[in-house]
C-alpha cells in the first residue's frame, strides 16, 4: 500500500523535484516499505526518532532533519544526517560546524525562512539570512554548507495566500543564487500544498500522509 502510493506520488513530480517521505511518528516496518521500493530519502522532526532509526535500519539511507532543531541535540545527529533543513540562526549553524568537525564531516543545512503568518512558524527573516549568507563567521565554518533554502507556507484554505508566500521564498531564492552558486535547494511544500509549490519553484518537497497516512500521535 505504503509502496503504491509512493509511486503514484513519484509519478506525478516533475523529474527535478527531490521527494522527502516524512516518516515522523510511523514504525521502521512502514519506512522499510517505502525503501524496499526504492525510496532512500526519509525526513524527521524529532532527534531521538531520527537516531533510533538510522540505527535500525540500511545505512545508505538519506536522513532529512525537517524539524526544529535544538543546539544541544546536534550531536546527535551529526554522525550520520543528510540534510539539516531548518537552520534559522548563526548560534546553531555554528554548534552544527563544531559537531560536523568532530565527526570529521561536512553538514549541508538550507536556511529557514520565516514566509508564513503565522507565530508558530521558526524561520529568520529574508534579510537576516542575506546578512548570515555575508558574514565573515559563515566563512570561517569550514564543516558546514548551505546549500539552499527552506519555508513553510501559512496553514490555510488560501491557496493565493500560499502561492504568493512561496513565491516571496523563490524571489529570496533567486537573489541569492546570483551571488552564491553553491545555494541549489529550495524546500517548499507538504502533503497539503506540495503541487502550489511546485508550481512557484520548489525543487524538493516534504511529503508524509500522502505516503504513510494521517501521523501517529
Known amino acids: 500500500m505504503i509502496s503504491e502510493k509512493l509511486k503514484n506520488l513519484k509519478s506525478k513530480l516533475p523529474n527535478e523535484v527531490t521527494l522527502i517521505a516524512v516518516s515522523k511518528t510511523k514504525p521502521v516496518s512502514d519506512l ?3 525503501y524496499n521500493s526504492g525510496h532512500k530519502d526519509f525526513g524527521e522532526n524529532k532527534v531521538q526518532e531520527m537516531e533510533s532509526k538510522w540505527q535500525e535500519m540500511p545505512k545508505d ?17 551529526a554522525p550520520f544526517v543528510s ?4 537552520v534559522d540562526s548563526l548560534r546553531l549553524l555554528k554548534e552544527i560546524n563544531k559537531q560536523a568537525k568532530r565527526n570529521e564531516r561536512v553538514i549541508e543545512c538550507l536556511l529557514q525562512i520565516k ?13 537576516d539570512a542575506a546578512a548570515l549568507l555575508h558574514s565573515e563567521e559563515l566563512q570561517s565554518f569550514k564543516n558546514v554548507k548551505i546549500v539552499g533554502l527552506m519555508g513553510m507556507a501559512t496553514f490555510t484554505d488560501d491557496e ?5 508566500e512561496f513565491q516571496r521564498l523563490k524571489k529570496a531564492f533567486d537573489q541569492f543564487k546570483i551571488e552564491n ?37
Not at 83 to 86: E, G, P, R, T
Request: aromatic residues 8%; glycine residues 8%.
Open 181 to 217: 552558486s553553491e545555494l541549489k535547494i529550495l524546500s517548499m511544500g507538504m502533503s497539503g500544498d506540495y503541487e502550489i509549490a511546485i508550481e512557484n519553484g520548489s525543487n524538493m518537497v516534504r511529503v508524509g500522509s500522502a505516503i504513510f497516512g494521517e501521523r501517529n500521535y
Open 61 to 77: 539511507i538519506q536522513w532529512h532533519m525537517i524539524g526544529h532543531l535544538q543546539r544541544n541535540k546536534v550531536k546527535y545527529i
Open 32 to 34: 522499510m516499505q517505502a
Open 83 to 86: 540534510l539539516i533543513h531548518a
Open 115 to 127: 514566509i508564513a503568518e503565522e507565530d508558530s512558524k521558526f524561520g529568520m527573516d529574508i534579510s
Open 160 to 164: 493565493k495566500q500560499i502561492s504568493q
